[in-house]
């Protein structure tokens, strides 16, 4: 079965501070990574997608990376600003769109 | 920013009644997905279409019914919501090429009592 874990389940960061979010992924057959960021009550927006061939990818304050091999992936925020706060989401996907596979994000809270 | 559309944002209906959630893109894309969410909770697919005419059940089982007789709308039915129905419905599309983004909607946040 498919799966998408997520650590850690919630975090609290200064604002300014810079963080990192973790992703463990079961999916197979791997063909993409995707992260997306989910504000309180609206919908997921995208902020990076990896094949399974890219290790790294970046999106102005948002980097995230990819290990194939250990089927971990990673999403950095630099420089964090209140504007983050929000629900971030770790999605692995295989060769169709039907059979992505989300976790259950990391709820990011930025504190003046 | 996306130019997929839901409505109604918020819903609050009795047990029994009927509902449709309209959801609408102008991207042209082939490919539109349901999927529903409950706080704290994965995203889960109950419903995708890879073109007109076309529906497919998801991963979640669901009793909502979609239709796809036109590319830009995918409205979802549910015939005789109950209080189990209560959830954050997401419509999302795709142009379906490669590894391409998936783009959502604001949701349809829908509360049956």
């Known amino acids: 079965k498919n799966q998408v874990e997520q650590s850690p389940q919630s975090l609290i960061i200064l604002e300014g501070k810079n963080c990192t979010l973790q992703?463990?992924?079961?999916?197979?057959?791997?063909?993409?990574l995707r992260w997306y960021k989910q504000d309180t009550g609206r919908g997921p927006v995208s902020l990076t997608i990896?094949?399974?061939?890219?290790n790294t990818k970046s999106n102005g304050r948002y980097t995230a990376t990819l290990d194939a091999d250990t089927k971990q992936s990673s999403l950095h925020i630099t420089a964090s600003q209140l504007s983050d706060s929000a629900s971030y989401i770790c999605?692995?996907?295989?060769?169709?769109?039907?059979?992505?596979?989300f976790g259950k994000g990391t709820m990011l809270l930025v504190s003046p | 920013e996306a130019d997929i559309y839901q409505i109604p944002r918020y819903l609050v209906i009795g047990t029994g009644k009927k509902i449709t959630l309209e959801c609408s893109q102008t991207?042209?894309?082939?490919?539109m997905y349901w999927y529903q969410q409950d706080p704290g909770m994965e995203l889960h697919l109950i419903h995708y279409?890879?073109?007109?005419?076309?529906?497919e059940k998801g991963d979640l089982s669901s009793e909502s019914t979609v239709s796809r007789i036109r590319t830009e709308h995918f409205p979802l039915t549910l015939e005789s919501a109950r209080p189990s129905h209560t959830s954050q419905y997401l419509c999302?599309?795709?142009?379906?090429?490669?590894?391409?983004?998936?783009?959502f909607g604001e949701g349809s946040r829908l509360t049956v009592l």
């Open positions: 999302a599309s795709s142009d379906g090429r490669g590894a391409g983004e998936l783009f």
């Open positions: 999605v692995g996907g295989n060769s169709g769109y039907s059979t992505l596979t």
């Open positions: 279409s890879y073109g007109v005419n076309s529906t």
């Open positions: 991207m042209g894309h082939d490919k």
């Open positions: 992703c463990n992924y079961t999916v197979s057959p791997f063909s993409n």
């Open positions: 990896m094949t399974f061939s890219e």
